[in-house]
């Protein structure tokens, strides 16, 4: 644990991705387009993914996770009922049965969208932001908090909202935030106002501060520096080798060969810390399904830093 003056605490940043492409459903949500979205979803096989998501949280055996796109989808049935996708209780049963205990921590809850198929078939679902948080006494959350921005991408009748999740934490007679958040993807400008209401909002604040998500910008973005001129850094600059790549696999996750292109996955850190390793996960070709699927879209960002005890 270091010496007695500091101590390490570690966190994973994750987008576990919904599992289909889902622009065809913005401007046309027919059934048709419907079914061929539900029929991607199911390919991609979340339950069997969440094994292999499961294996590098095994790996690496975060403190804390921030995990974007964490679904809840209801398959509602006639004649025969629900199936439902529940990517939390999902991933938390395969992590219990590899020995780690998480439970959630906060979420917010982003949008939900209800539609029926061309099979008589009505699909419900509703996107989340988790944080989970290791089963420990010597954690204590003390606070938390779930917001939906108030600025958020409309695209005629649809009004895409995201939010943002924080929670105080106690360790070690310290206190310190860890906030996570997915921001617009599709349009800059919300992205942008977005990351300025997590920056004058929950990030404006003297105690140690963690921000993990889908940032949607790119190292010299906008939106990228509008975190790094309020005084953030970005983990993976300090201390991570390479080019650090998280995005994106193709839909399907079936590419061969890594498509990751593109860093947008993000471990900020401000306020008393200092980074000690950053390293990826879910982005080698050993971290496949044994049917070949990518564990995510996105590979995943683990962080050790050290906060210096008062």
Not at 169 to 187: A, G, M, Q, S, W
Not at 197 to 218: C, H, K, Y
Not at 240 to 255: M, V
Request: a negative charge; one cysteine or more.
């Amino acid at each position: 644990m270091g010496n007695r003056n500091t101590f390490p605490l570690s966190f994973l940043t994750w987008n576990i991705y919904i599992g289909a492409d889902v622009s065809p459903l913005i401007p046309n949500p027919t059934p048709e387009v419907v079914t061929e979205v539900l029929r991607q979803f199911l390919a991609t096989n979340f339950p069997l993914r969440a094994q292999a998501i499961a294996n590098e949280i095994v790996s690496v055996q975060p403190d804390i996770i921030g995990l974007q796109e964490v679904e809840r989808l209801v398959l509602q049935i006639p004649e025969f009922g629900e199936v439902i996708y529940d990517f939390i209780t999902i991933l938390l049963d395969a992590l219990k049965e590899r020995g780690l205990h998480y439970e959630v921590a906060a979420q917010n809850d982003n949008f939900a969208a209800q539609a029926p198929d061309s099979n008589g078939n009505t699909i419900s679902s509703i996107d989340r932001d988790v944080i989970l948080i290791r089963k420990e006494p010597t954690f204590n959350v003390i606070n938390k908090r779930e917001v939906n921005f108030i600025n958020n991408l409309s695209v005629g009748p649809f009004v895409i909202t995201r939010g943002w999740s924080s929670i105080d934490v106690k360790y070690c007679n310290r206190i310190f935030r860890l906030i996570n958040t997915h921001l617009e993807p599709l349009d800059e400008e919300i992205r942008n106002l977005q990351a300025q209401e997590i920056l004058d909002g929950p990030a404006n604040t003297s105690i140690p501060v963690i921000i993990t998500g889908d940032i949607n910008g790119v190292p010299g973005s906008i939106t990228y520096d509008l975190f790094i001129r309020r005084g953030f850094s970005d983990v993976w600059s300090e201390v991570g080798e390479g080019l650090g790549f998280t995005s994106n696999q193709d839909p399907d996750l079936l590419n061969n060969i890594s498509e990751l292109s593109s860093r947008i996955d993000y471990i900020f850190f401000k306020n008393g810390w200092n980074p000690l390793e950053a390293d990826m996960v879910g982005e080698e070709q050993s971290n496949r399904t044994l049917t070949g699927l990518w564990p995510s879209d996105h590979a995943g960002v683990f962080a050790t830093l050290k906060l210096d005890k008062l």
